[in-house]
C-alpha cells in the first residue's frame, strides 16, 4: 500500500521502517490525513505477519511539530456552528473528535508488535505523545532534539495521552512541571526522567532502534502489565501529600488562575494517577473537551499561533514587490540601541557597518557584540568558528562612504529632530538611490522626519524594542509619503532577523507605545487615588500582565515619561496631559531625583545584589492612603485591561492599525498584555462589545472619562459586532486580491 505521508520500508529482519515526510511541508504536523494513514498504517503492520516490529521516524530534519493548530482553529469554528444546529450534541461530537488522536495511539500501543519512536529533531506536541505511545523510543544527541508538550502556551494541554503517560514514566512533579511550562528537554535530560530509552549520536538512531527491537523489546506498555508501579508513588503517598497542595499554590502564584488549559493539567493527572490507565484517558479527554470550548483556548490559538505565524511570513507585505537581498545593512548610531541592531542583523548572516560620530563609539558598539558572543560561545550556544564568523560581519566605521552599497539603512542616533536631519542628509548624499531609510525613533512622528528627505517615498519608521535581543516584536512605522517598496524592504529585514512585524500608520507613540502609556497612566491615576502600591504591583499580574506598572515605568525611566508629557504639552497643549500626573513626574523627577532603574531610585529601591528591589516606602507619603480592605481588585484588574483596550480600540478606530491581528500580537510581543486573552481586542470580543462597553460607561462613573467608549465601540456593541468580524483580516486581504 502505499501513502502520501509516509513511507514504509521492511528489512530483511522484519522491521518495518515507518518514514513521515509530508510533502511540500517544511514540518510534519498531524492532520485529519495524516492520522488516516497512520490508522492504516498500524493495521497494515500489524496484519502483515512479515513484520516483527516498527521503527517510526521523520525524513525532514525536524520530527514532527506536534498538531496542526490551524486544523484546531477551524474546529472552533464547526464548533460555533454545531451550538447553533444541534446545541443538545455539540459537546458530545467534539468529544467525540478530539478522542480521535488519543483512540488511534492506544490502538498503537496495544496493537500486539513493538513499535519504537526514532526522534532526529524538534519533536513537540502530538508527536511526541505518539512516541510516548510506542513501545521504545531513541533520540539522537543532536542539539536539534527539542522534546516538548509546549500546548499549554497555545492555552490548551497534552490531550491525546500526555497527561497520562508522563507521569506513568516519570515521577509526578518533572512531569507537572514538564506541562505546565510547556519547556523544552533535551534529549539528554528526557532520557534522566525516563522519557526516552537511549540517546545515541545521530547517525546510529535508525540501527539503535531497530535493534530494541531486535533484543526483544515488548509489545506491552509498563501500564499494561500487571502489577505496574507508578515511578512518583502515586498519589495517596506520603511524599504526594506534600507535592499536591505546592504544585497547585505554584501555578496559582505563576498563572493566578487565568489559564484553564495549566489548571486541566493538574486536574488531569491527579484524578488520572487514581484510576486504571483506559479511565485515566477517558478524564483527559473530557477536561480536553471542556478546554477547547474556552474563550482562552480560541483566542490564544488565534494571536499566539495562527496569526503571529502569519504575520511572521508576511501578511502584510505588498504583493509585488521583489523580495529583498541584503548584501549589506548601515546602522547609524552604535548607542544601546544601534549596537543591539548590529548584533541581531549581523545573527542573521547579514553583513553590517556600524556608524558613530567616531571610530571609538562605533567600536564600542561592536564591543556589545563581542561581549554578547563570548557568552553565547561560553553557553555552547555558538561554536567559536560560528562567533568570529558573526563578529566578521560588523564592520564599525566613522565614514559615512562606507555606507554606498548599503540596501537599508537603519538610523539609531540621539531622538532630536536636528540631529536626526544631519544625519538623513550625510545618509542620502551616499547611498544608492533606490536604498531605504529607516528610522528607529521612539517618539517623532515618522512623516515629520521625512520631511527632511529628498526621497520620502523611501522612508519609514522600523521601531525596535529594548531589549532588542530579546524581543520579538518590530513596529514597522508607515509615514504618509511611505511607498511599497520601502514597507515591502522593512518587512523583509524583520523578517530576515526573525522577528515578527507589525505595520503601523503614523501617529504619537505608535501602537504600542500609546497602550502602554495607558497602562502606566493608570497606575498613576491609582496612586494619586491613594490605592497602596503593593496592591496596584499585584492587581495588574493578578490581570495577566507580566511586569507591574510601577516596575515598567521604572525601567523605562521616570524622566522618559516626564519628556514625553511635556512634549505633550508643547505640541498639543496643556489640555492633552493630565496635571496631576504631570505633578507627579515632576516630583518624583525634579524634586525627589527618582527616575527609575537607572539612577537606583524610582518607584522602587534598588539595594546592592543579591538584595531584591522593594517599593520605595516614601510612595506611600505622597498621597493620603486608602485602606486595602476597601479598594476592589477585581475593580483595579478590570480598569488596567480596559484602559489598554481602549487604546487599543481607539487605534484602529483612528486607522492607525488596520488588521486586529496586528492589535492583538503587538499587544502580546511587545508588552505582554494579559496573553490568556489573546491581545487587546481579542480581550473585547472575548467578553463582546456590548458587554465591554457597559465595562467602560461602569468605570468612567468613577475613574474618569477615559474610560468613556468610542462612537465605534458603541455603534459596534449596537450591532452586536466583533473586531475579527467587522475589520476581518482575511476579507480584507481577499478584497486587496
Ligand atoms: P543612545 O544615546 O544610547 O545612542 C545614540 C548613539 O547615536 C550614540 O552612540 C551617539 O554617539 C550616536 N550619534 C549621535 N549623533 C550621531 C551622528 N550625527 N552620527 C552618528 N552617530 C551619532 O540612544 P538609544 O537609546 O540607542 O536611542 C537611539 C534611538 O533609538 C532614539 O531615536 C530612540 O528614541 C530610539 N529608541 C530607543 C529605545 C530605548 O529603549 N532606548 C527603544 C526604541 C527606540
Redesign the pocket.
Known amino acids: 500500500m502505499s501513502y502520501t505521508n509516509f513511507k514504509i520500508e521492511t528489512d530483511a529482519d522484519g522491521i518495518a521502517l515507518v518514514t513521515w515526510d509530508m510533502p511540500e511541508k517544511s514540518m510534519n504536523v498531524f492532520t485529519q490525513e495524516v492520522m488516516d494513514e497512520l490508522d492504516a498504517i498500524i493495521d497494515q503492520t500489524t496484519a502483515d505477519a512479515a513484520v516483527k516490529g516498527v521503527v517510526f521516524t521523520s525524513g525532514k530534519s525536524s520530527f514532527s511539530g506536534g498538531a496542526d493548530l490551524s486544523m484546531i482553529k477551524s474546529m472552533f469554528t464547526l464548533q460555533a456552528e454545531e451550538k447553533k444546529n444541534d446545541p443538545a450534541n455539540a459537546a458530545q461530537k467534539l468529544f467525540n473528535l478530539v478522542g480521535r488522536m488519543t483512540g488511534l495511539f492506544r490502538k498503537l500501543e496495544t496493537c500486539g508488535k513493538p513499535w519504537v519512536s526514532a526522534i532526529n529533531g524538534t519533536c513537540m506536541g502530538g508527536a511526541f505523545e505518539l512516541s510516548l505511545a510506542c513501545h521504545g523510543r531513541v533520540a539522537s544527541n543532536s542539539k536539534s532534539v527539542k522534546i516538548a508538550l509546549p500546548e499549554v502556551k497555545v492555552g490548551i494541554f497534552p490531550g491525546a495521552g500526555g497527561t497520562q503517560r508522563v507521569p506513568r514514566l516519570t515521577n509526578t512533579q518533572d512531569a507537572l512541571q514538564m506541562m505546565t511550562t510547556g519547556s523544552s528537554l533535551t534529549a539528554a535530560r528526557a532520557k534522566a526522567m525516563g522519557l526516552v530509552h537511549e540517546v545515541v549520536e545521530p547517525e546510529k538512531l535508525i540501527e539503535a532502534a531497530k535493534a530494541m527491537i531486535k533484543n526483544g523489546l515488548k509489545a506491552v506498555q509498563p501500564w499494561d502489565e500487571k502489577g505496574f508501579k507508578l515511578p512518583g508513588g502515586g498519589v495517596w503517598t506520603p511524599a504526594s501529600a506534600q507535592l499536591w497542595p505546592a504544585a497547585s499554590a505554584i501555578l496559582r502564584r505563576e498563572t493566578y488562575g487565568n489559564y484553564p488549559g495549566a489548571i486541566a493539567i493538574l486536574k488531569c493527572v491527579y484524578e488520572g494517577l487514581q484510576v486504571p490507565f483506559d479511565t485515566g484517558l477517558k478524564i483527559e479527554q473530557r477536561y480536553f473537551t471542556e478546554i477547547l470550548q474556552t474563550t482562552e483556548a480560541f483566542s490564544m490559538i488565534r494571536s499566539l499561533f495562527v496569526s503571529m505565524q502569519e504575520l511572521g511570513k508576511g501578511a502584510r507585505r505588498p504583493a509585488g514587490v521583489p523580495k529583498s537581498e541584503f548584501k549589506k545593512v548601515g546602522v ?9 541592531i548590529a548584533y541581531v542583523t549581523a545573527a542573521a548572516g547579514i553583513p553590517v557597518t556600524l ?4 571610530m571609538e ?2 567600536e ?2 561592536k564591543a556589545h557584540s563581542e561581549g554578547l558572543v563570548k557568552d553565547s560561545v561560553g553557553k555552547g550556544r555558538l561554536t567559536k568558528d560560528e562567533g568570529e564568523a558573526l563578529l566578521a560581519r560588523i564592520t564599525p566605521s ?1 565614514d ?1 562612504g562606507d555606507l554606498k552599497d548599503a540596501g537599508l539603512i537603519v ?6 529632530r536636528q ?2 536631519k ?2 538623513i542628509e ?1 545618509v542620502e548624499a551616499v547611498i544608492a538611490p533606490d536604498a531605504i531609510f529607516a ?6 512622528p515618522i512623516t515629520g522626519l521625512a520631511k527632511n528627505s529628498k526621497r520620502p517615498e523611501q522612508f519609514i519608521g522600523v ?4 531589549p ?1 535581543e530579546k524581543m520579538m516584536l518590530t513596529e514597522v512605522i508607515v509615514g504618509k509619503e511611505t511607498g511599497d517598496k520601502a514597507l515591502a524592504t522593512a518587512l523583509d529585514y524583520v523578517a530576515a532577523i526573525k522577528k515578527t512585524p507589525i505595520v503601523v500608520n503614523d501617529t504619537r507613540g505608535f501602537y504600542v507605545n500609546r497602550c502602554v502609556f495607558r497602562y502606566i497612566h493608570e497606575a498613576y491615576d491609582m496612586l494619586i487615588e491613594g490605592v497602596p502600591p503593593a496592591m496596584i504591583e499585584n492587581a495588574a499580574k493578578m490581570a495577566g500582565m507580566p511586569v507591574g506598572p510601577l516596575s515598567l515605568n521604572d525601567e ?1 525611566a521616570i524622566d522618559l515619561s516626564q519628556k514625553i508629557l511635556k512634549a505633550t504639552v508643547a505640541d498639543l497643549g496643556e489640555k492633552a496631559v493630565d496635571t496631576k500626573h504631570m505633578a507627579l513626574v515632576n516630583r518624583m523627577v525634579d524634586e525627589l531625583d527618582r527616575r527609575g532603574r537607572k539612577n537606583g531610585k524610582g518607584f522602587y529601591e534598588y539595594p546592592a545584589k543579591p538584595a531584591k528591589k522593594y517599593l520605595w516606602p516614601g510612595l506611600k507619603e505622597l498621597y493620603p492612603q486608602k485602606a486595602a480592605d476597601k479598594v476592589d481588585v477585581e475593580v483595579l484588574k478590570q480598569r488596567f485591561l480596559a484602559t489598554i483596550a481602549l487604546e487599543a480600540a481607539r487605534t484602529i478606530e483612528e486607522g492607525i492599525v488596520t488588521d486586529p491581528r496586528e492589535a492583538d500580537v503587538g499587544s502580546i510581543l511587545g508588552f505582554g498584555f494579559a496573553p490568556y486573552t489573546g491581545g487587546t481586542l481579542s480581550y473585547i470580543d472575548g467578553m463582546g462589545t456590548k458587554a465591554f462597553v457597559a465595562l467602560c460607561e461602569k468605570l468612567a462613573k468613577g475613574y474618569g472619562d477615559h474610560f468613556k467608549p468610542t462612537p465605534l465601540l458603541k455603534e459596534m456593541a449596537e450591532k452586536g459586532e466583533t473586531f475579527y468580524g467587522r475589520f476581518d483580516p482575511y476579507g480584507a486581504a481577499q478584497r486587496a486580491a
Do not use: C, P, Q, W
Request: glycine share 10%; aromatic share 12%.
Open positions: 547609524v548610531g552604535a548607542g544601546f540601541m544601534g549596537a543591539s556608524i558613530d560620530r567616531d563609539a562605533a564600542k558598539g566613522a559615512y538610523e539609531a542616533v540621539f531622538e532630536d540631529v536626526k544631519d544625519v550625510k528610522s528607529n525613533t521612539s517618539t517623532l521601531h525596535f524594542f529594548s532588542v523605562v
